[in-house]
């Protein structure tokens, strides 16, 4: 397979109760598109991180062109031109782009001084270089989330870097902005730079890589051409089984209407204008539309933690407020939302802190002290059900792969036992068995008369799991069409209507 820019042999990684990586290993060739797959907890971030500096390894070999490395920190990695674009995007979002890009390396002037025109200068360049189109002087606070990924990418080419780390890189992008990632990466391996690629999309993996290490249980499996693989192959490397159907069959019968929303607009930026729906017990309503088209905004404004303009909301035939969260929680509505780490969950602190705080009033007494068998049994309930890869219930919940820490936060959304359960990408970075587990999920919820709203860039999942499909245009309803009956090109028609 030629010469090799990175040889990693024999590496072990463990942690309290735990084996992460055992005896794991990958070769990538320079100027190659290197996949890394497995299901979410198999140890792909675990190994990168052992790499990257963040994790020290137990054992094994780690060789960057030929010599032997351990780097002591992420510094030191990206110092000797190894490069990482993490999945959980970790940036200074009170900040501007072109600060973030350059945290821990100011270009200086006299000595001491940021030389501010460099920094600027050198942005611009790198962002034309990679026709990415961001103002560096613009807050990473007011950055869309698919920008926002970007930036990090632009930032880890900035480090002329010959090892890059892709962690998930296009799971908040668009089709559109997914092609323009892989003309960066047609780029870098012109360049001569070795990429290593961690997705969950067998698509994607198959079109851009040109060889694919396979993980499971923090053992390695296989390395192949990707030219020699199939997504069934890659699925049954993954679980270690055939998984003919990606889809559950759909069990649910739509009954009565159980929510109406009518013309609700949204008081600040970015704006939903009129939207009217309704949802039925026992739907599954599928929400698609491109970046920017206000999918989330809709389901934050009902969920109250948007502030409305005007229109109504109501559930059951009673109309609702929906204030704040609180109010949503205790009026039956739950929402599962799109950034796991910024909104989802509490990274510091355990499982069981983060299966039981959306329902916590339940476990209090009349004098306010907590039960705590009934909060060990909710937190296993969460654990078991969701098949949540952990040590156990005290294990700080950052701590988890990024798919079973949505598996947790689907869980205590489910604790609250919702008449509407809301999900924004609920499947986003997840691998295609757990995806499984969550389809299932939602159907048995369905059938148990409960409301479901799906919001997905996947537009596959919409058709595979929804009975209807509401398309936003940028902030209007453009339509609402029957899954069974419609076709991607009507829904990418549909969803370019109001732009």
């Given at each position: 397979?030629?010469?090799?820019?990175l040889?990693?042999?024999?590496?072990?990684?463990?942690?309290?109760?735990?084996?992460?990586?055992d005896?794991?290993?990958?070769?990538?060739?320079?100027?190659?598109?290197?996949?890394?797959?497995?299901?979410?907890?198999?140890?792909?971030?675990?190994?990168?991180?052992?790499?990257?500096?963040?994790?020290?390894?137990?054992?094994?070999?780690?060789?960057?062109?030929?010599?032997?490395?351990?780097?002591?920190?992420?510094?030191?990695?990206?110092?000797?031109?190894?490069?990482?674009?993490?999945?959980?995007?970790?940036?200074?979002?009170?900040?501007?782009?072109?600060?973030n890009?350059?945290?821990?390396?100011?270009?200086?002037?006299?000595g001491?001084?940021?030389?501010?025109?460099?920094?600027?200068?050198?942005t611009?360049?790198?962002?034309?270089?990679?026709?990415?189109?961001?103002?560096?002087?613009?807050?990473?606070?007011?950055?869309?989330?698919?920008?926002?990924?970007?930036?990090?990418?632009?930032?880890?080419?900035?480090?002329?870097?010959?090892?890059?780390?892709?962690?998930?890189?296009?799971?908040?992008?668009?089709?559109?902005?997914v092609?323009?990632?892989?003309?960066?990466?047609?780029?870098?391996?012109?360049?001569?730079?070795?990429?290593?690629?961690?997705s969950?999309?067998?698509?994607?993996?198959?079109?851009?890589?040109?060889?694919?290490?396979?993980?499971?249980?923090?053992?390695?499996?296989?390395t192949?051409?990707?030219?020699?693989?199939?997504?069934?192959?890659?699925?049954?490397?993954?679980?270690?089984?055939d998984?003919?159907?990606?889809?559950?069959?759909?069990?649910?019968?739509?009954?009565?209407?159980?929510?109406?929303?009518?013309?609700?607009?949204?008081k600040?930026?970015?704006?939903?204008?009129?939207?009217?729906?309704?949802?039925?017990?026992?739907?599954?309503?599928?929400?698609?539309?491109?970046?920017?088209?206000?999918?989330?905004?809709?389901?934050?404004?009902?969920?109250?933690?948007?502030?409305?303009?005007?229109?109504?909301?109501?559930?059951?035939?009673?109309?609702?407020?929906?204030?704040?969260?609180?109010?949503?929680?205790?009026?039956?509505?739950?929402?599962?939302?799109?950034?796991?780490?910024?909104?989802?969950?509490?990274?510091?602190?355990?499982?069981?802190?983060?299966?039981?705080?959306?329902?916590?009033?339940?476990?209090?007494?009349?004098?306010?002290?907590?039960?705590?068998g009934?909060?060990?049994?909710?937190?296993?309930?969460?654990?078991?059900?969701?098949?949540?890869?952990?040590?156990?219930?005290?294990?700080?919940?950052?701590s988890?792969?990024?798919?079973?820490?949505?598996?947790?936060?689907?869980?205590?959304?489910?604790?609250?036992?919702?008449?509407?359960?809301?999900?924004?990408?609920?499947?986003?970075?997840?691998?295609?068995?757990?995806?499984?587990?969550?389809?299932?999920?939602?159907?048995?919820?369905?059938?148990?008369?409960?409301?479901?709203?799906?919001?997905?860039?996947?537009?596959?999942?919409?058709?595979?799991?929804?009975?209807?499909?509401?398309?936003?245009?940028?902030?209007?309803?453009?339509?609402?069409?029957?899954?069974?009956?419609?076709?991607?090109?009507?829904?990418?028609?549909?969803?370019?209507?109001?732009?």
């Open positions: 397979m030629g010469n090799y820019i040889e990693m042999t024999g590496i072990v990684k463990e942690f309290p109760g735990v084996k992460a990586l005896n794991a290993q990958l070769f990538l060739r320079p100027g190659t598109v290197h996949a890394l797959m497995g299901e979410n907890g198999a140890g792909k971030s675990t190994l990168m991180k052992c790499l990257f500096g963040i994790y020290k390894k137990d054992a094994g070999s780690i060789k960057v062109n030929g010599e032997e490395v351990e780097y002591e920190d992420p510094k030191q990695a990206l110092d000797h031109g190894v490069s990482m674009v993490h999945q959980e995007l970790n940036q200074v979002r009170q900040t501007r782009v072109a600060d890009i350059w945290l821990g390396r100011f270009p200086v002037k006299n001491f001084i940021v030389d501010e025109h460099k920094m600027i200068s050198e611009q360049k790198i962002f034309d270089d990679l026709a990415i189109n961001v103002d560096p002087k613009e807050k990473v606070a007011n950055l869309s989330v698919s920008q926002a990924q970007m930036v990090e990418i632009a930032k880890a080419v900035s480090y002329n870097a010959k090892i890059v780390v892709m962690d998930e890189p296009t799971s908040s992008l668009t089709e559109k902005e092609e323009h990632l892989f003309r960066i990466i047609n780029h870098l391996k012109e360049q001569g730079v070795g990429i290593i690629y961690i969950h999309k067998m698509e994607e993996i198959l079109k851009i890589s040109d060889d694919v290490t396979i993980m499971r249980d923090g053992k390695w499996i296989a192949e051409r990707a030219e020699d693989l199939t997504t069934d192959k890659i699925i049954k490397l993954m679980v270690g089984r998984l003919t159907n990606r889809f559950p069959p759909k069990t649910n019968q739509p009954g009565e209407t159980i929510l109406s929303v009518e013309n609700l607009s949204t600040f930026l970015p704006k939903v204008d009129n939207a009217s729906f309704e949802l039925k017990k026992g739907e599954i309503l599928g929400i698609a539309g491109l970046m920017g088209s206000r999918r989330t905004e809709l389901v934050e404004t009902i969920f109250g933690i948007r502030t409305r303009e005007g229109g109504s909301i109501t559930l059951n035939g009673k109309e609702v407020q929906n204030k704040s969260a609180i109010d949503s929680i205790n009026n039956g509505f739950a929402l599962l939302t799109e950034e796991r780490r910024q909104t989802g969950i509490f990274a510091g602190l355990s499982i069981r802190f983060n299966s039981i705080i959306a329902n916590i009033k339940s476990y209090a007494n009349q004098v306010g002290a907590l039960n705590e009934k909060m060990k049994t909710d937190t296993k309930w969460v654990i078991d059900s969701m098949r949540v890869k952990t040590p156990g219930e005290g294990t700080k919940i950052g988890l792969s990024g798919g079973n820490q949505q598996k947790v936060i689907l869980g205590r959304w489910l604790l609250t036992d919702p008449e509407i359960l809301m999900l924004d990408e609920p499947t986003r970075g997840i691998d295609v068995g757990a995806k499984y587990e969550i389809y299932q999920l939602i159907i048995d919820l369905a059938n148990k008369g409960k409301g479901v709203i799906v919001i997905s860039s996947e537009m596959p999942e919409l058709l595979g799991i929804s009975d209807r499909i509401l398309v936003m245009s940028n902030g209007k309803v453009a339509g609402i069409v029957n899954t069974a009956q419609t076709n991607q090109e009507e829904i990418l028609a549909l969803a370019a209507k109001y732009i």
